[in-house]
């Protein structure tokens, strides 16, 4: 069986991207979706350009400022947040025209500093002016729509499985952060989510070449991490949840487990175009997590 690893939110700041790229560099994540619109960016793509073998998707959560001046985007801005607005996913009064030119700039900043687009996009099936110029945008530089973000049932019904879609994990492997209760959230626990197989990955009946992915967000924090960035309703609850990825996706528990169940490491270009590169990666640097082709 593939497994894609994905860290969420790289690009969120400089001290975040620490924690990010220790599960790149001594960890097992083979894939980073980058934020091209907040204070780490800049740093996350110049450290992916020394990083070829880690796919890049762009994630497009919008928590940061425009790349462009305000002024040339007046209908994307809150001057009190010094940044997007809040609703600038679903609202209909963003100007077009504004948020498909802050979209280029956005990937135009992508390819000057790691040298070429994005591998994928983000969700952009909002009938909105958001998700109209993500679409376009992604058309234009030729990303691939993110495939991850459909349903996904434990057993994975037939119908779901085409030979080319991934299957991502279920959703629930976040539950115990979608709560306000401390109690609850004590129980997150990504080394026990392999260990006890609770996706029941290795008992799934989908064909061997089946590709699992698994999105976590591993990350260190700062002040901007902790209370200007992430609006969602749940924001507070994945502040815990980045430094306990960061230690799980970099454990030998985790490692083991890989290695011990002969899971196939790969990256999004690997799954979309059948390339080798993270496993050739492996096979440079002489790790065990290194699988023979067949």
């Excluded at 952009?124 to 058309?139: C, I, M, V, Y």
Aim: charged share 25%; with cysteine; aromatic share 10%.
């Amino acid at each position: 069986m593939n497994l894609i690893i994905r860290a969420d939110d790289v690009g969120y700041t400089d001290v975040c991207n620490i924690g990010a790229f220790e599960t790149m560099e001594n960890g097992v994540v083979t894939s980073a979706d980058v934020m091209l619109d907040c204070p780490g960016t800049e740093d996350a793509l110049r450290r992916l350009k020394e990083l070829p073998w880690i796919s890049v998707g762009w994630h497009t959560h919008f928590w940061g400022a425009p790349v462009l001046a305000s002024e040339k985007v007046p209908s994307l801005y809150d001057p009190d947040r010094k940044g997007f607005r809040k609703d600038i996913r679903t609202a209909q009064d963003v100007v077009y025209e504004e948020i498909l030119n802050e979209c280029r700039a956005q990937l135009e900043r992508c390819v000057r500093i790691l040298g070429r687009a994005p591998d994928t996009g983000g969700p952009s099936d909002l009938d909105t002016p958001f998700g109209r110029a993500l679409r376009q945008t992604e058309k234009e530089y030729g990303l691939k729509n993110n495939f991850m973000m459909r349903p996904a049932l434990p057993g994975i019904p037939e119908e779901q499985w085409d030979g080319e879609k991934a299957i991502p994990a279920p959703f629930s492997v976040f539950r115990d952060l979608e709560t306000d209760s401390l109690t609850e959230i004590e129980k997150y626990n990504p080394i026990r989510f392999y260990l006890e197989d609770q996706m029941g990955m290795l008992t799934m009946d989908v064909p061997d070449t089946a590709t699992i992915i698994h999105a976590w967000h591993p990350g260190y924090l700062d002040y901007f991490v902790s209370c200007q960035g992430d609006y969602s309703p749940n924001a507070r609850n994945f502040l815990r949840a980045r430094v306990i990825d960061v230690h799980a996706l970099c454990s030998p528990e985790i490692h083991n487990w890989v290695r011990d169940h002969k899971i196939r490491l790969i990256n999004v270009r690997d799954f979309l175009y059948g390339t080798n590169e993270y496993q050739n990666h492996l096979r440079s640097i002489g790790s065990d997590l290194y699988l023979a082709e067949m």
